[in-house]
């Protein structure tokens, strides 16, 4: 474990790679927050699916630890940072957003997506609308460039630190042509991001990625095609088809979709065989009805009767 101060110590779960980012850098990361020694989370940005800014000498006090850890990490590394109360939330704590208690040591696990440094750009805060979808846009483009050439980390770097630039908090602001400018840039950078997700085996993530899209496009074709086909992986066989017929009415001729459900009903054919063989060799075959014997004094009497009657027959007398 590093120690990068006295109150911060850095632990390496994947290795990075360039340069660390600079003092006022913007650097782009995602985190997951807990009380030291406790299972107590209070804040997960990968599980919002919005990665957070961080400008390096500016960030707010209760961030102190969390910025001096940052500047210490190298593009795609991801570390644990303990940090001590002083650098945290302080000897008050935070009873509001989020929850934390008073002088609690804190535990990070960081990944630093990417960063600008600061000569190239400015604090998203500072920037016009068209700006950050032009940031944005430019962002998606180094994704793009990277995705053609399968370098897939880096593709998903440029992508996510688009994303950055049109959280939530800036959505909320725009209507008419801005929010339709932002969408057409946010919406393919979550949809490139599933098709590497689904590349690398990352299932559960790229369902995330496709449902933000659905968010705002519940009719958006690529996004319910590469969700049904993370959920297909994921053994989410009726999900996955609902997703794929649903993306079918919109994309009749799509082969690829035809294509999936075809191979979904291939896939429940040769399960409900395998189910049945199963039953087959556990319960074994039906066995046929056996005829029922009668017992000897049902026969006895049945001869007894008919005996009795045949004689009768013989005693009554011929008619006039």
């Not at 046929?288 to 013989?314: A, D, G, M, N, T």
């Amino acid at each position: 474990m590093e120690v990068l101060h006295e109150k911060v110590k850095k632990q390496v779960i994947k290795e990075g790679h360039g340069q660390q980012p600079a003092k006022f850098a913007t650097c782009f990361l995602h985190y997951r927050a807990w009380v030291e020694n406790s299972s107590h989370k209070f804040e997960d940005t990968w599980q919002e699916q919005r990665p957070v800014e961080l400008i390096l000498g500016k960030e707010k006090t209760e961030m102190t630890g969390l910025g001096i850890g940052v500047a210490n990490m190298k593009s795609g590394e991801r570390a644990l940072l303990h940090v001590g109360w002083e650098l945290g939330y302080g000897k008050e704590g935070s009873f509001s957003f989020p929850n934390v208690p008073p002088m609690a040591d804190l535990l990070y696990e960081v990944e630093l997506i990417g960063f600008d440094e600061a000569k190239e750009g400015k604090a998203r805060s500072d920037m016009t609308v068209e700006e950050r979808i032009q940031a944005a846009d430019g962002r998606k483009m180094e994704g793009n460039s990277y995705f053609k050439e399968e370098k897939l980390p880096e593709a998903m770097q440029q992508y996510e630190m688009a994303i950055a630039y049109m959280g939530d908090d800036f959505m909320f602001q725009l209507f008419g042509k801005y929010r339709d400018m932002a969408l057409a840039v946010k919406n393919p950078c979550h949809l490139n991001m599933a098709a590497c997700l689904l590349r690398l085996k990352r299932y559960e993530e790229a369902v995330g990625q496709c449902s933000v899209v659905l968010s705002e496009d519940e009719n958006n074709v690529k996004a319910l095609f590469r969700r049904g086909k993370a959920r297909a992986e994921l053994g989410q066989t009726d999900a996955a088809r609902e997703d794929f017929q649903k993306a079918r009415k919109f994309a009749p001729e799509d082969k690829a979709i035809v294509k999936e459900l075809r191979l979904l009903a291939e896939h429940d054919k040769a399960v409900f065989e395998k189910q049945k063989e199963i039953y087959k060799g556990i319960f074994g075959p039906r066995p046929e009805p056996k005829p029922k014997r009668l017992s000897w004094v049902v026969v006895f009497w049945q001869w007894l009767v008919s005996l009795i009657c045949s004689l009768f027959k013989r005693r009554r007398p011929k008619a006039d």
